[in-house]
């Protein structure tokens, strides 16, 4: 199965896409960093279960006219996911890439990121990398 056949099956059983509720443009680079530092800013305070991570994920979506659906329920050993950004003008497929797990000291660590088809590909071939060493 490659890549896109992945994407496809992940987000079929899913069935979740996250609606864009504002003219917010995925593609306009600076708009996604300052997504991505928002993120990463809030995503290193101390999170003591998933759904108080994926809540403050949400709000940060959110204030950016961007609905995350709720999600099913958290796995409590952690998860990796990637949800569609729904395209208002068909201007390219954007995802949300989002990855936690339980720390040895009983927090989660979170790691989420709003990237393009090349950026995913990215991150998921340095996982691969990881994997192997």
């Known amino acids: 199965m490659n890549f896109k056949q992945y994407l496809a099956e992940l987000n079929t059983e899913l069935g979740q896409m ?12 600076h708009a996604r960093e300052k997504i991505n530092q928002s993120l990463n800013h809030e995503l290193t305070d101390l999170i003591l279960s998933p759904e108080s991570g ?15 659906p709720a999600l099913y329920d958290a796995e409590t050993e952690g998860d990796e996911l990637i949800l569609d950004i729904e395209s208002l003008n068909g201007d390219g497929e954007f995802y949300l890439y989002l990855i936690y797990y339980l720390a040895d000291d ?15 590909t990215e991150i998921m071939s340095d996982e691969e990398e990881d994997e192997e060493e």
């Open 18 to 29: 996250i609606k864009v509720t504002e003219s917010i443009s995925s593609t306009d680079l």
């Open 106 to 120: 009983g927090r989660y660590d979170f790691y989420a990121e709003l990237t393009d088809d090349e950026g995913l």
């Open 54 to 68: 994926i809540q403050k994920i949400r709000k940060v979506l959110m204030s950016f006219g961007l609905d995350m």
